[in-house]
């Protein structure tokens, strides 16, 4: 812990270096505090012209209306409480990286507190990311940590509130919902109202102008540092070129005129984030292929995780096992995988005693890569051999570790197998049902 303080706190003071996000916490943060809906203009529009000052200067994405859930800007008005200064932020995601040390000692089993707290509070992926980047992330992880313990423990009314917490931070907590239903099948309608009630304020973001909110433009578009979801658009892109009706780069479809022509304009419209205001807009039932060929992706991809959660909570598969898979899939099959989404699972895979995201934690910052030219001509090229370099680690790491998990498990015993699954039964439904 003294050697965490004593890295950690210099990073919280010193200039950030790699990421911009705070500038947008610190921003929001001010447009609320001035009694502004933040969900309602962009940071360039006019009408917020009055509360422009250094930070603002310094926004990412000023064009783009905020990404950012309730309860993320709740966080951005408390670091404000303290100052209006990134190192009010980074100190806050710091106080929770410690946090996070902490939960572990709790979750782990005695023999390996001490191992799983120092493998957090000096990893350097995670040191960076909170006390230096101030990423809001890692209050995910410590929401997902507890709301994993509070399944272990039966103790389904917080694991629900716990997974809404958690997509009040940054929505992860949709994907984890289902698994709700792996100690109290009735709970996971509430859960997944729960935390799909952070999303509603997202969809609105931008109406004061009229512009494409940021959580329509990151889920239509967005993409960067993707893993295996590079292949899934591919093949999507391939399957529709192969097609008859496709004719000069597009797709039409003629029967979805109708629904098309009702979406056009608003936040629903599939096409809202891939034209340029200014830009015409050819035949409404016209699709261009990489266009359609990204949607689809995206929503194979949002499906096959759900999926995933769903088949592993009807398995009534062990929280901490359950979670940790949900978000590994999900993060190698996602089309945007900034460094800083990793504290999302790295104290799960540190819980569980594994080593895939950790080896994922010491080369993620290959993402930074493109920084330079970005700094210097705002031109953000990502190098071909990064990503292949990345994920062929990150997957060869995994295929090895599952590889070791399986011969320990053929030469188990039958007596000790008997005894492992015996162990891992739920409890019983009335425990199920106690908050």
Do not use: C
């Amino acid at each position: 812990l003294a050697a965490t303080l004593l890295a950690g706190l210099p990073l919280a003071f010193a200039p950030g270096a790699l990421s911009d996000d705070l500038y947008r916490y610190l921003w929001d943060a001010r447009v609320a505090a001035s009694g502004v809906d933040p969900y309602l203009y962009a940071p360039s529009a006019p009408e917020l012209a009055p509360l422009r000052d250094a930070v603002w200067a310094r926004v990412n994405n000023p064009d783009v209306p905020t990404i950012y859930p309730p309860v993320a800007q709740a966080i951005f008005r408390g670091a404000a409480l303290l100052a209006h200064a990134p190192w009010s932020m980074k100190l806050v995601a710091f106080a929770a990286h410690l946090g996070v040390g902490f939960a572990l000692r709790r979750v782990v089993d005695p023999a390996r507190r001490d191992r799983a707290a120092l493998l957090w509070w000096l990893n350097p992926l995670a040191l960076e990311e909170s006390a230096l980047g101030g990423h809001v992330d890692v209050f995910v992880g410590l929401a997902v940590l507890a709301f994993v313990a509070a399944l272990r423990a039966g103790r389904v009314l917080p694991a629900v509130l716990l997974a809404g917490l958690a997509s009040g931070v940054k929505l992860v907590g949709l994907a984890l919902a289902p698994l709700v239903g792996g100690r109290a099948r009735r709970a996971v309608p509430f859960a997944l109202a729960l935390a799909t009630l952070p999303v509603w304020p997202l969809v609105g973001a931008g109406a004061g102008s009229d512009a494409v909110g940021g959580l329509g433009q990151y889920a239509r578009r967005w993409r960067g540092n993707e893993g295996l979801y590079a292949l899934v658009e591919t093949g999507v892109g391939r399957a529709l070129q192969a097609q008859a009706g496709v004719a000069e780069g597009r797709v039409r479809f003629e029967s979805w005129r109708p629904a098309l022509e009702r979406l056009e304009g608003t936040t629903l419209d599939p096409r809202a984030s891939f034209l340029p205001e200014k830009k015409p807009i050819w035949d409404i039932a016209e699709f261009e292929t990489h266009v359609l060929a990204a949607l689809i992706a995206r929503a194979l991809v949002v499906f096959a995780v759900f999926a995933l959660a769903a088949l592993l909570a009807w398995r009534r598969a062990p929280p901490l096992e359950a979670a940790r898979a949900v978000l590994l899939v999900g993060l190698l099959f996602a089309p945007q995988v900034h460094p800083w989404y990793l504290l999302w699972l790295l104290p799960l895979e540190i819980a569980l005693g594994r080593v895939t995201v950790l080896a994922w934690s010491a080369v993620s910052l290959i993402a930074y890569a493109p920084l330079d030219g970005w700094v210097a001509a705002r031109e953000w090229v990502e190098p071909g051999a990064a990503p292949l370099l990345q994920y062929g680690l990150v997957l060869g790491v995994l295929a090895a570790e599952e590889a070791l998990r399986w011969r320990a498990r053929s030469a188990r015993t039958p007596r000790q197998s008997e005894s492992e699954s015996r162990e891992s039964l739920p409890p019983a439904p009335l425990r199920d049902l106690a908050p």
